[in-house]
């Protein structure tokens, strides 16, 4: 497994922006595999925000997030990041990275991910 350490995250305003990275270090090789977002709200079950493949070919979004964040990676950093914006209240979680468990996982599943950063908080104010 690798080490990710999410930073990024804060309180902004409704109507704002953040972007978050997650660095990755120690275990496998980073450019080879899938990475994603998630997020979890109080009182509610963790969800998919984002993914993208190990070269970047391919993204997916969460229906609630298309269209105002974006999934990227720089390999050559080992860091994968989610610029965030017109962010809405509704986006106030703990949001955590992830790197899937196989090669050429394309999933929204949290159980295809098998290692995952300590969170960081991004909190929305109306």
């Known amino acids: 497994q690798v080490q990710l350490v999410e930073s990024g995250g804060g309180l902004v305003q409704a109507g704002g922006s953040l972007r978050l990275s997650c660095a990755a270090s120690?275990?496998?090789?980073?450019?080879?595999?899938?990475m994603g977002w998630f997020r979890q709200a109080p009182g509610k079950e963790r969800e998919f925000v984002a993914f993208?493949?190990?070269?970047?070919?391919?993204?997916d979004y969460a229906d609630s997030v298309k269209g105002r964040f974006t999934i990227s990676r720089d390999n050559s950093r080992n860091t994968v990041y989610l610029q965030m914006n017109s962010l809405k209240p509704e986006d106030t979680a703990v949001y955590y990275c992830?790197?899937?468990?196989?090669?050429?996982?394309?999933?929204?599943?949290?159980?295809?991910?098998?290692?995952w950063g300590q969170g960081t908080q991004v909190t929305v104010s109306s």
């Open positions: 992830a790197q899937a468990r196989s090669i050429a996982t394309m999933s929204r599943r949290a159980s295809d991910f098998d290692s």
């Open positions: 120690t275990g496998r090789t980073f450019s080879m595999y899938t």
């Open positions: 993208i493949t190990r070269s970047g070919g391919n993204t």
